[in-house]
Nanobody, 114 residues
């Protein structure tokens, strides 16, 4: 499985970005998908998840501002990020879990200026 994330960039505080992650293979529909982020000097942490049944969960720091969604027709997961804050800065990674097997994509940089 290969995952490719898109959509990162530089944005001012209060702005928005939409990340996309396209995956290969035919297991997307039965996979739990997630976004993680890693800020400079910090460990990678979970941002949001979405299950095959589209149940979602979020880190407390992004609740009400970020929305994770998926399009099974094109094997893509999204992360809509609104009201961005400087502390949202980091490398965002797409993650796929299928029947105990995990895959990571290359990250995409998000930088939020104050």
């Amino acid at each position: 499985v290969q995952l490719q994330a898109f959509g990162g960039g530089l944005v001012q505080a209060g702005g928005c970005l939409r990340l996309s992650c396209a995956t290969s293979g035919n297991s997307f529909r039965i996979s739990t998908m997630a976004w993680y982020r890693q800020a400079p000097g910090k460990q990678r942490g979970l941002v949001a998840t979405i299950t095959p049944s589209r149940a979602t969960s979020y880190a407390d720091s992004v609740k009400g501002r970020f929305t994770i969604s998926r399009d099974n027709a094109i094997n893509t997961v999204y992360l809509q990020m609104n009201n961005l804050k400087p502390e949202d800065t980091g490398v965002y990674y797409c993650y796929q879990r299928t029947s105990g097997l995990s895959s990571w994509g290359e990250g995409t940089q998000v930088t939020v200026s104050s």
